[in-house]
């Protein structure tokens, strides 16, 4: 059982540059999310679905977009990065029964140059 | 103001010692209260999970929540050394989906 799992793990992009950061999860989990981690930020929401097919905007959404084609998968796109988008992404999810924890990824480290 | 507030430490202290985290909270519908507990290059990893006031213990990890206060609290007892990582307290509302609000984390290091 590996729970939520992310990938890369570790990314360097050139300003510009597009990629999509995995997220899988083997729960059956109906919510997943994504974060990013900065220094002095915690957390913040950047979209979230609450099942296949469904995707919302969190706190910081511009410049990411996201997709859930799949039960099991919440992608998170950069269409052109830019230095501001360094940062750690957590993937997170969590069952829809009501008032239960979130589960976390191990995080990918995205360098934007 | 920010919903959740957490000193950011660090908080160094002696192995064997008893650790106290806090958190307050602007929020008075929040009624599920969360510690995760985050080693270096990891992801956080779910220590305590408490609904409403009062207090829950696990181990050498009891958490308290005091809502009339808005005042959330984790203690460690016999601090060891694998203890050192950073400690996000987490909360939300009660009801389908509701938004998990965390604090910045207080990093803490348990000195052998």
């Known amino acids: 059982n590996a729970g939520v799992t992310q990938t890369p793990k570790f990314r360097v992009l050139k300003t510009g540059q597009s990629m999509t950061l995995l997220c899988a999860q083997d729960?059956?989990?109906?919510?997943m999310y994504w974060y990013r981690q900065d220094p002095g930020m915690g957390l913040r929401l950047i979209h979230y679905s609450v099942g296949e097919g469904t995707t919302a905007k969190g706190e910081v959404p511009d410049g990411y977009n996201v997709s859930r084609l799949k039960k099991q998968n919440f992608l998170l796109g950069l269409e052109s990065a830019a230095p501001s988008q360094t940062s750690v992404y957590f993937c997170a999810s969590m069952t829809d029964r009501n008032n239960q924890p979130q589960h976390f990824g191990d995080g990918t480290r995205l360098s934007i140059l | 103001q920010k919903e959740v507030e957490q000193d950011p430490g660090p908080l160094s202290v002696p192995e064997g010692a008893i650790v106290s985290l806090n958190c307050t909270y602007s929020n008075s519908a929040f009624q599920y209260f969360m510690w995760y507990r985050q080693y270096s290059r990891k992801g956080p990893e779910l220590l305590m999970y408490?609904?409403?006031?009062g207090n829950k213990e696990d181990g050498r990890f009891t958490a308290q929540v005091d809502k009339s206060s808005k005042y959330i609290s984790l203690f460690i007892r016999d601090s060891q050394p694998s203890d050192s990582a950073t400690y996000l307290c987490a909360m939300r509302g009660s009801g389908g989906y509701q938004k998990v609000t965390f604090g910045t984390g207080t990093k803490l290091q348990v000195i052998p």
């Open positions: 408490t609904y409403s006031s």
């Open positions: 729960m059956n989990h109906e919510y």
